[in-house]
């Protein structure tokens, strides 16, 4: 069988822009840019998305060079200096403790994204194949596995957390996996629900009776199709992760001190804001711009990666 | 399982979860007459029982403290124990017979009369059912009454410091006879104190005045503490004129509340003592060397500060300044050097980790390892905070599952209290396994001497010895601040932190 080519899942939202007028042939039905090229292109030109990705950049370059750029070591105990408001020596002013604000909020960000990335990570890897095999082979494999996931997501996210801190003992790594097991539900739904759409596309068909194996089908056909909506998760869920995490160490279950990390500032500053205002305010600030951007990000992915959406983009329409 | 009145009150905090924070408009309760001459006092916690020879808990005790009496109470001044229930006692001159003469025309609040049959049910349930107190008539043989007026408390060797053993608290409260059986004494309480108890539920107790007080019924005609958990809450609580008394004050807020019309407040050195511990069950805090080195290493003035905001006394021992038994002797001045030396003597290769349980329960103890890991890493020991809910703290600390941990007691007056039981070989609170004969020889002389020069004497040289051998590392007496309305009067702050509203008249 020489049949015609499968075409590539995005050929019928990338070929026609750019790809227009090019000489016909095979080489048509390739993108002339890479999708993800083109995906940021399109990101690029909506504003919110793209100030809240430079945001996100400029959080996560500060997160990677957070020794070199902290002014003072996070754990820098002085007392003599405590609750000095912020000044030039420190921006950010000191806490009850003398330690500089300004450092602890940029060590804090490394702790909060690795928590952040690190829970999302685990979601996204087992609520996706979780999602996947519900989705594609339906029956009692989806019956099963989505059952199980129900009953994780009846219980509350802050609650099944907790136990789950319980058990392990509070600190980074540990709320880590409890937020990322919190979320892995979320991933399983929003995967099994986009590949329930795909597996029925002409295209799986056609490569299903060509004889392509399961494994093939699942990694080339049905998960980069069913991606958009996990790319969209994993923004959002980014954004509750870093919520969670300030919420668990606020809470005393999370991060434990003197480690920085910006719930557990906020929960150190709370009982000062009557006589420092500024204890409580930058980490709570620097929680506030970190969700908005990820949730901003998500935003922005949802449409240009709906494809309805994408090719009016794309056809310069708005 | 901490037996003298520790800082360890578990229930204290776990209660406070479920008590709603104050806002609710001032109930003035029932009873009691006129609704405008009852005192609101904000608490930090709910009570956990009522039973006073069972509680352990700061947060009944204040309740109960006006609710019962005991034959002999502390001055509210100096702290030395003078007639209450008892009016007079004579001792045997082998110091082994002590015969309390107790007052006349005394009522329980049911109308009841107090006679010597209350007191030997009471003393013989604590002794006979091994009550949280028990440990405080080790050396009483018996308690008998000799007619309807007098006790009589026969010793198996001298114990010079039973009126404190009897008195210090509301612990060793007189209950009516048969009481356990008459009343469910976790809810219910019939004392001889100046208040009785009315109500409590998740957000308030209610106490009203007792008419037939012995000493003249109390000024105003109820009582009633409201939980407020957050220490800015209760604090606004006050400068609205919702409560007029709170003992809930934060610590940074002292200085500027100074200049606060709308609050009075005052401070006084408590008898509390706070302090590190390292464990000898676990290398190398087993070596005396390493331990001296983590003391030297140590600036108390800075983790009083810190901790406290100038509102609490560095100490090197644990007895405060204003006591007859407090012994000036500071070995440890802040030292890295000296500190660096007796680790590398002790042949410890740096870094050193050290485990630090401290608990969300008291958020001095989190405030306070902070500054002590930052000034430990200066001379390479690496101290990991662990952060822990009090109940897996006293589990771990029970276990000797721990490098070091903080914490205090509080409530002392005797020497006997302060050192006993922490620090005798296998004492019932030496959890960190010290032993030393020397120690354990005077403190057993120290028990049993009744001259208070030559006791003083013998408790010096064991405090000594264990704070250079470091069986606990003192660290500082904080100060109990309390705030009260302007012109509320008729109430004095007390070294004990003993809360006692039966002469406070409001402004």
Not at chain 1, 110 to 115: D, F, I, K, M, Y
Not at chain 2, 379 to 403: C, K, M, P, S
Request: proline letters at 7%; aromatic letters at 10%.
């Amino acid at each position: 069988m020489t049949g015609a080519p499968v075409p590539p899942p995005d050929a019928p939202v990338a070929g026609q822009g750019d790809a227009k007028g090019t000489s016909p042939g095979p080489t048509a039905l390739r993108p002339a840019r890479p999708r993800w090229r083109e995906t940021l292109g399109l990101l690029a030109r909506n504003p919110t998305a793209a100030v809240a990705s430079l945001v996100l950049v400029g959080i996560v370059l500060m997160a990677i060079f957070d020794e070199t750029l902290a002014p003072q070591g996070p754990s820098e105990v002085s007392v003599q200096d405590r609750l000095q408001s912020p000044s030039w020596a420190h921006p950010f002013g000191t806490d009850d403790l003398g330690r500089d604000i300004l450092s602890r909020v940029i060590l804090g960000a490394g702790v909060s994204l690795r928590v952040g990335f690190l829970a999302v990570g685990i979601a996204l890897v087992i609520g996706t194949l979780i999602g996947l095999l519900a989705g594609f082979y339906g029956r009692w494999v989806d019956d099963v596995l989505m059952r199980v996931m129900d009953m994780l997501f009846a219980f509350p996210a802050v609650l099944l957390a907790i136990a789950v801190l319980a058990v392990r003992g509070p600190g980074s790594g540990n709320t880590a996996l409890a937020i990322g097991i919190v979320y892995i539900p979320i991933f399983a739904r929003v995967t099994r629900a986009s590949v329930l759409g795909v597996r029925e596309e002409v295209y799986v068909r056609a490569s299903r009776s060509v004889g392509a194996s399961d494994f093939r089908l699942l990694t080339r056909h049905v998960l980069p199709n069913a991606a958009p909506p996990i790319i969209v998760q994993t923004s959002i869920s980014l954004a509750f992760a870093v919520l969670a995490e300030a919420a668990l160490s606020f809470l005393g279950l999370g991060t434990q001190p003197p480690n920085p990390s910006w719930g557990l500032m906020l929960a150190e500053g709370r009982g000062f804001i009557d006589i420092a205002w500024w204890l409580a305010f930058f980490p709570g600030m620097a929680i506030f711009l970190t969700v908005l951007c990820f949730n901003l990000l998500g935003d922005g992915l949802r449409d240009v990666l709906d494809p309805r959406q994408r090719t009016l983009m794309a056809g310069g329409g708005r | 399982m901490r037996a003298t009145r520790p800082l360890a009150l578990a229930a204290a905090g776990a209660l406070a979860l479920t008590a709603c924070g104050g806002g609710d408009s001032v109930d003035t309760g029932g009873g009691g007459g006129g609704g405008d001459n009852t005192l609101v006092a904000a608490v930090s916690a709910q009570p956990d029982q009522f039973d006073p020879h069972v509680t352990t808990a700061y947060a009944s005790f204040q309740v109960l403290e006006n609710v019962y009496d005991t034959l002999v109470v502390p001055d509210p001044e100096d702290l030395t124990m003078q007639p209450s229930l008892a009016t007079e006692w004579q001792t045997s001159d082998d110091g082994l017979e002590w015969r309390f003469t107790l007052r006349d025309g005394v009522t329980f609040h049911d109308g009841s009369e107090f006679d010597s049959a209350d007191v030997v049910y009471s003393y013989n349930r604590i002794i006979d059912e091994e009550l949280s107190n028990s440990f405080r008539f080790q050396n009483v043989e018996s308690v008998e009454a000799d007619g309807a007026d007098t006790v009589v408390l026969t010793l198996s060797q001298p114990t010079p410091n039973l009126l404190e053993r009897i008195g210090s608290f509301k612990g060793m409260a007189i209950l009516p006879e048969n009481a356990a059986e008459d009343l469910d004494l976790t809810t219910e309480a019939n004392g001889t104190g100046p208040f009785q108890l009315e109500s409590s539920d998740a957000s308030s107790t209610v106490l009203t005045a007792y008419e037939d007080y012995w000493d003249g019924a109390p000024s105003v005609d109820g009582v009633e503490f409201q939980y407020i958990t957050e220490p800015a809450a209760a604090l606004t609580a006050l400068q609205n004129g919702e409560v007029q008394w709170t003992d809930n004050v934060p610590p940074q807020q002292i200085e500027s509340l100074g200049g606060d019309d709308d609050v009075e407040l005052e401070t006084t050195p408590s008898v509390d003592y706070w302090y590190m511990s390292m464990n000898y069950g676990r290398p190398p805090f087993d070596n005396r060397d390493v331990r001296r080195a983590i003391s030297f290493a140590l600036d108390r003035e800075e983790i009083a500060e810190a901790a406290w905001f100038g509102a609490a006394q560095p100490n090197q021992t644990a007895i405060p300044e204003d006591s007859f038994f407090h012994l000036d002797y500071s070995p440890f001045e802040r030292d890295p050097e000296q500190a660096r030396q007796l680790l590398q003597q002790a042949g410890v290769t740096t870094p050193l980790t050290m485990g630090l349980m401290v608990t969300d329960e008291y958020p001095e103890t989190v405030t306070a390892a902070q500054v002590i890991a930052s000034q430990l890493d200066e001379v390479g020991i690496d101290v990991q905070i662990e952060q822990l809910d009090f109940a897996t703290w006293l589990d771990r600390q029970g276990a000797g599952d721990y490098d070091a941990f903080y914490l205090g007691w509080l409530g002392n007056l005797d020497p006997a209290a302060y050192y006993q039981e922490q620090h005798q070989t296998d004492g019932p609170n030496n959890y960190q396994g010290y032993s030393n004969p020397q120690v354990d020889q005077l403190l057993q002389q120290g028990a049993t001497e009744t001259d208070d020069e030559a006791r003083k004497e013998i408790y010096d040289q064991a405090a000594k010895i264990i704070v250079d051998d470091v069986s606990y590392l003192y660290l500082y007496n904080p100060d109990v601040v309390q705030a009260w309305a302007p012109g509320l009067s008729g109430y004095q702050i007390r070294a004990d932190k003993a809360i006692n509203f039966e002469n406070v008249e409001l402004p």
